[in-house]
């Protein structure tokens, strides 16, 4: 730095309110973080868990589900209960709640004991990042606005990758219960910066509560959940699972009707007036229910299907990060260089062919070639997220920035928990179809499961042609001559 830089730099340090900015950014991206992480980082344990609980490793998907699906479902409960009694005093009790029952997880003896823990755990966690989100939207200036947004996305991509590769090793050397245990630390901090850092703002006018939006939007999340888990079990009831799905689809039908038409709706649905938020929403959430599947599946295929131990198969995934890692720094370059529509139609198009090239992994494929369509994978992906995190936010206007980002952190969270609920539905499926009655699947049921994912991610992409070429222009920076 020279000289008159440095002089510079001291005449005009950086603002207090940029400084306070950051921080809270930082911090709401940890939570973000710790909270995807714990989704996720139970995937190379569940063999060992199955044990622990006496129970099939694929049933143990009901307790990521769970813990995803109460994300999605009480994420819209959130911003009231922010505006209601203080960003600061919700904050801080969700971290308080996250870190109790993350020892409750810990202490469970049975299958049923840890869904219940984690069912308590997903509503503290419903509770952290959008409230830290709209924290972070007060006091970021407009100028600032997406950077702060892409800090906060990146560790809840991330955390999916490292989850399976630090459950693994956790479980080799140690107990699966330690997963748990390691949130008290971490909460403990949490807690202490947020009621250090941030303002216990509220508004002075509260809207009631849309109890009849909550109840209608909650019990169609759950009940289509728990009829997709019964979808793929050899001995479900048809009679069952139609009811379940259907008083899902019935209620959620009735629960947009009911969001079009109230005063103050618990969901604000004009946002999907705007196309390029309706892209993503849609698009996107079809991406998400198959790019969220793998970090589950890829664990379980490597350790049933291959034999590998939960460490070896963990670090095979965490090829997946160093992917995600290497795109972030060229992602920028990439999208003002094509626009995002080229770049979403190209790179989702790479992304299917790769998920779809998983299917085709075997015990005796040379890890190498392994360990590079993972890679592949993680820089396609990282790119996708990026792309369609970004233009949601381009065309919403300042006024419902922060209704906005509500509505979209249910869908993303619906995407996640659903991506996790498919790729069991659809392993179950295969090997009932395939006339396979037994506990534990086999490799090609794997193998069919991320082909079905990969032509399901390829659907995804109609959505995208109808995108402008000049959509997101003034964010990314791309001119439509230069392509």
């Known amino acids: 730095m020279s000289t008159g830089e440095l002089s510079q730099s001291t005449l005009n340090p950086p603002e207090p309110r940029q400084q306070h900015a950051k921080l809270l950014t930082f911090l709401v991206a940890g939570a973000f973080f710790m909270e995807n992480l714990d989704g996720t980082v139970i995937a190379t344990a569940l063999p060992q868990m199955a044990v622990s609980f006496h129970s099939n490793p694929v049933d143990l998907n009901t307790g990521m589900s769970a813990y995803l699906l109460m994300l999605a479902v009480f994420i819209p409960v959130s911003g009231w209960l922010a505006d209601r009694f203080g960003a600061r005093t919700i904050f801080s009790t969700a971290i308080g709640v996250f870190t109790l029952t993350s020892i409750l997880c810990a202490f469970s003896q049975n299958l049923w004991q840890f869904t219940a823990a984690r069912v308590l755990q997903g509503i503290g966690g419903a509770m952290m990042v959008p409230v830290g989100r709209l924290v972070v939207l007060r ?134 007036k705007i196309h390029t938020f309706a892209i993503s929403v849609h698009g996107g959430t079809l991406f998400r229910l198959a790019i969220m599947a793998t970090p589950f599946l890829l664990p379980l295929m490597f350790q049933v299907g ?77 790119m996708h997220f990026t792309s369609l995190n970004t233009i949601a936010f381009v065309d919403i206007p300042k006024p419902v920035m922060s209704s906005a980002t509500s509505f979209y952190s249910v869908v993303q969270q619906m995407g996640i928990g659903m991506g996790v609920a498919m790729g069991a539905v659809i392993l179950r499926a295969v090997a009932f179809l395939r006339g396979e009655r037994g506990a534990v699947p086999s490799l090609l049921d794997f193998q069919i499961t991320m082909w079905v994912l990969g032509v399901l991610s390829l659907a995804a992409l109609f959505d995208c042609i109808k995108l402008d070429p000049r959509a997101g222009a003034e964010v990314s920076g791309h001119e439509v001559g230069d392509t």
């Open 139 to 272: 006091v970021t200036e407009k100028k600032d606005l997406m950077q702060a947004i892409s800090y906060i996305i990146w560790p809840g991509l991330a955390a999916p990758v490292l989850g399976p590769p630090l459950g693994g090793f956790i479980t080799t050397y140690s107990s699966w219960r330690w997963i748990f245990y390691l949130n008290v630390p971490l909460g403990i901090v949490a807690l202490a910066l947020a009621l250090l850092w941030i303002r216990n703002d509220r508004e002075q006018e509260a809207h009631p509560f849309d109890w009849t939006g909550f109840a209608l939007a909650g019990t169609s999340c759950i009940t289509l959940m728990y009829g997709l888990e019964l979808l793929g079990r050899p001995d479900a009831s048809w009679l069952a699972v139609g009811a379940y799905c259907g008083y899902a689809v019935l209620a959620g039908a009735i629960a947009i009707r009911h969001f079009r038409r109230a005063e103050h709706p618990l969901i604000n649905l004009d946002c999907l």
């Open 306 to 382: 291959f034999g590998m131990n939960a460490l070896q198969s963990g670090v095979l995934v965490l090829y997946m990060f160093a992917g995600n890692f290497a795109m972030k720094s060229v992602t920028t370059r990439v999208l003002r260089r094509f626009g995002f529509r080229k770049v979403l139609l190209v790179n989702g198009f790479i992304s299917a062919a790769l998920i779809a090239a998983c299917g085709f992994l075997a015990p005796t494929t040379p890890r190498l070639l392994i360990m590079t369509i993972l890679f592949l994978h993680g820089l396609t992906r990282s």
